[in-house]
């Protein structure tokens, strides 16, 4: 028993082997089954010579014309049709990962760009019912972490650090700006200085977010120190915290536009702002992208293309 295990593993039974077995089943001859598979009849008795050798048992007895199953041949074939089946669905769903219009797509995108890439996500599967595409919102540490341990296949967040290895492409601009809430005093001014909303506290977003970040920045470029209130996790929370009268907010014009829309919110016409940031397209550097993924990314690049021409446009 223990020399038939080591020969088992040193001499592999082989898919062909298995493929000639049921074709022998279903055709009754020899002849046949190599017409069948496209061999010849000596190449089929050779491999069959070589199974019947590898596992040391008898597969086949002749009836009459007809070549038949022994009962250990029977059991052997069970299996054959079952790793057969198995390595054809392989095949299947090998084809179907290459054809750009059915697989699966994994997305990341940062927070404040969620109403942006979800309505362009929409767009996409109007035209591409067969792709589904799953969407992780997080923020733009998270983004990084991800992107280092290559598991989404395409990443849209603001711009990419140089530091590490990745492919980014420039989408559209991502418009900062100052929010208040209907009643705020600084509501109706035209021109709000910079010095002044420095005096007031903000509703900030968590240590980690882009968006955070950038605002960060520019106040330190306007030697000013930056003062909040409150800290949260969502542009929601933000967003209900200013209109709560909890403080000011500085967020991306892409996740107001139903509180504008529905006056609860007005954005504050500040010295220095919107500040311009960009959303980018990014995918790890050496990562392979399946066809669906490129379609995806085609996609989104092209749709952007549209809207920056839209919003340069609306900016002259
Ligand atoms: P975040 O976003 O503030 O939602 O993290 C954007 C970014 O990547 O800059």
Redesign the pocket.
Same mark, same amino acid.
């Given at each position: 028993m223990y020399k038939y295990r080591l020969y088992l593993l040193v001499m592999n039974i082989t898919l062909r082997q298995l493929q000639i077995v049921d074709a022998i089943v279903h055709t009754g001859s020899y002849s046949l089954a190599a017409e069948h598979l496209h061999m010849t009849q000596p190449a089929i008795s050779m491999q069959m010579k070589q199974l019947e050798h590898i596992t040391g048992l008898k597969l086949f007895e002749r009836h009459g014309k007809r070549i038949v199953l022994t009962s250990a041949g029977e059991d052997i074939h069970k299996f054959s049709c079952q790793i057969i089946a198995r390595y054809n669905d392989m095949q299947e769903t090998i084809l179907s990962i290459k054809d750009s219009q059915s697989g699966r797509i994994k997305v990341s995108a *940062? %927070?404040? *760009?969620n109403h942006l890439i979800t309505q362009m996500i929409a767009d996409f599967s109007k035209i591409h019912s067969g792709i589904s595409v799953a969407l992780d919102i997080t #923020? &733009?540490e998270q983004?990084l972490q991800q992107l280092i341990a290559f598991e989404p296949d395409i990443v849209i967040? $603001?711009?990419p650090p140089p530091r590490l290895e990745l492919v980014s492409e420039q989408l559209i601009p991502n418009p900062l700006v100052v929010i208040a809430h209907a009643e705020h005093e600084l509501v109706d001014e035209p021109d709000v200085q910079f010095a002044t909303i420095a005096e007031h506290e903000f509703v900030v !977003?968590e240590v $980690?977010? $882009? %968006? !955070? @970040? @950038?605002i960060e920045r520019f106040f330190i470029e306007q030697d000013a120190v930056f003062k909040s209130t409150l800290e949260m996790g969502s #542009?929601e929370a933000i967003k209900n915290a200013v209109i709560a009268g909890l403080g000011l907010g500085i967020v991306s014009l892409h996740s107001i536009k139903l509180e504008l829309e529905a006056n609860k919110l007005h954005i504050l016409n500040v010295e220095g702002f919107p500040i311009i &940031?960009h959303w980018h397209i990014v995918r790890s550097k050496g990562k392979y992208l399946l066809p669906a993924a490129r379609e995806f990314m085609d996609f989104i690049i092209h749709e952007a293309r549209i809207y920056a021409k839209d919003y340069n446009r609306f900016q002259k």
């Open positions: *940062a %927070t404040t *760009a #923020n &733009r983004l967040m $603001g711009e !977003r $980690g977010s $882009g %968006t !955070r @970040a @950038a #542009n &940031r």
